[in-house]
């Protein structure tokens, strides 16, 4: 009677390790996974905001819309990045920071997904919105509108 009690501990005791082997290996899986997708959210995130700001059509239109070479973007909660950038070639500069001297634009809405973004800059009483599509790994513009907010 000892010996089958010892052998029903012992095959509980090898499933209960077993059960927590399964359980550390699948949170060390979730734990990698979610940490690589982050890194490719920021990647991706940080290709998306060059594109955008190096795009003519946008520095057209914002220029057109402001006119102005340069134009200062304030990005208060951080939406496009923690750190200020730069944008500048022949036609227009473009400054994005977090200080509110001189904003001519204030960004309201930065929303990155796997194949669409959607930028919305408000100046005045105006919003700027950008919509950009993925196409073959590449970001393609697609449309903008001004609209009054008021």
């Known amino acids: 009677m000892y010996l089958k009690t010892f052998k029903c501990h012992q095959i509980f005791s090898n499933l209960y390790r077993l059960k927590i082997q399964i359980l550390c290996l699948s949170c060390l899986f979730i734990n990698i996974s979610v940490s690589g997708q982050q890194h490719i959210q920021t990647d991706s995130k940080e290709i998306f905001t060059n594109e955008f700001f190096s795009n003519k059509r946008v520095q057209y239109i914002l ?16 939406l496009i990045t923690n750190k200020p950038l730069k944008y500048s070639n022949e036609r227009i500069t473009l400054a994005i920071n977090k200080k509110l001297s001189n904003a001519d634009l204030f960004v309201q809405y930065y929303i990155l997904n796997p194949d669409l973004a959607y930028v919305s800059l408000w100046g005045g009483i105006d919003a700027i919105s950008f919509t950009f599509a993925k196409k073959r790994g590449k970001w393609i513009f697609f449309d903008y509108s001004i609209r009054t907010t008021r």
């Open 63 to 78: 220029k057109g819309y402001l006119k102005k070479d340069k134009i200062i973007i304030l990005d208060n909660d951080s």
